[in-house]
């Protein structure tokens, strides 16, 4: 018999209901509904409140990059990741840049884009400047949306508007340039970007659609830049392979999305653990590197006159530190303590620096080991766990792997039953 995916008011019941039906459904065992009900710190109650359909939480292991120095202020860092060997990589980078002082950012103000888009408009560049000539009352509805952002420093600061060639013809799009303080803005711009839409509509003579945030929050940007003494990275040669890795990534996107990728497992990780949104980050971030037309590097890396590397990265980065799951997330509550952290420029900048930390990590791993040396330790206790290791198995099994160069899950099972054996 067919199983049918139609729920009829699935979403109305209990989540302990919910497991129920899941649990009819799919056929898990009594074992596997009890993990679902295991929700750690962030309570099935809190997590139903969140988002949609809920049935438990998927755990993702947090860890805590040290050693980094963040514009001459000590940061211990958690982040959220499964994959191995990321945490201890920014770690070691970051150790690797307090010989030369460290990391130091500098951030923009924390603008974001709210885009309305308007159609249906006979004379598109007339429409344009009418709703420039009426900035100010629109910037005024959009304020009194949101008293106490404003209370706070923040609130809509600009307008522009721009006419753009479409497949469908001509629009216009009006754009508010909100200051979000330390929100990641985006339930504060969307609000603003639906309040002024009717005004809009009628100065323009056309019709609105759209009227939501954008993630490319160019408006938005981290910089961050550290330099690594090319003794404690393996001399002038490793130096010499990071710039040639660097260069292989301006010049072909393939090699580009891997050295980005490299980037945003640091950053990402944070993101995570703060409560912030992963999807937003990482969109605008590769939109960011696309800007150009090509898609190029986040990251930079040069040599000095002495021969030591310099890497910058910048990069769009709407964090908050209030609203959303940073507030509602336990966790995250203690990550951001954890670092120390009291504004969300803060936190973008401790953000960056990691992200350059590890792009620095994965480069001198290709460049002076290649990366899997570093990695297979790490990754092969993966596969022990995946095979059915438990204790010192786990350990045993990872070692004799690595030793024998044949990380593969065929060959856990071979040593698992081996072992257990005896």
Known sequence: MTKSSELSGFYKLPVQERIKTIKEYAGLTDQETD???????????????????????????????????????????????????????????ARMARGKGGFRTVSTDPIMI?????????DVHRARFEILAQKDAILKHANNQDPVLVSLGGGARDLEVRVLETMLGKMVIAELMVDCRDAMGANAVNTMAEAVAPLVEQISGGRVYLRIISNLAVRRLTYAKAVFDKE??????????????????????????????????????????????TRAIEAGAHAYAARSGHYTPLSTWEKTKNGDLVGTLEMPMAVGIVGGATASNPMAKIALKIMGIKSAKELAEVIVSVGLAQNLAALRALAAEGIQRGHMSLHARNIAISAGASGDLIDKISAQMVAERMVRLDRAKELLTEYTKH
């Open 114 to 122: 709210g885009q309305i888009q308007i159609v249906g408009i006979h």
């Open 232 to 277: 404690l990275l393996g001399g002038e040669e490793v130096v010499d392979g990071i710039i040639n890795a660097y260069a292989f990534a301006q010049a072909d996107p393939f090699r580009c999305a891997t050295h980005n990728k490299g980037i945003m497992n640091g950053v990402t990780a944070v993101v995570l653990a703060s409560g912030n949104d």
């Open 35 to 93: 993990l679902l009900r295991q929700s750690g710190a962030l309570q099935l109650e809190t997590a139903n409140r969140m988002i949609e359909n809920v049935i438990g939480v998927m755990p993702v292991p947090m860890g805590v990059a040290a050693n980094f120095l963040v514009n001459d202020k000590d940061r211990l860092v958690p982040m959220a990741i499964e994959e191995p060997s990321v945490v201890a990589a920014a770690s070691n980078a």
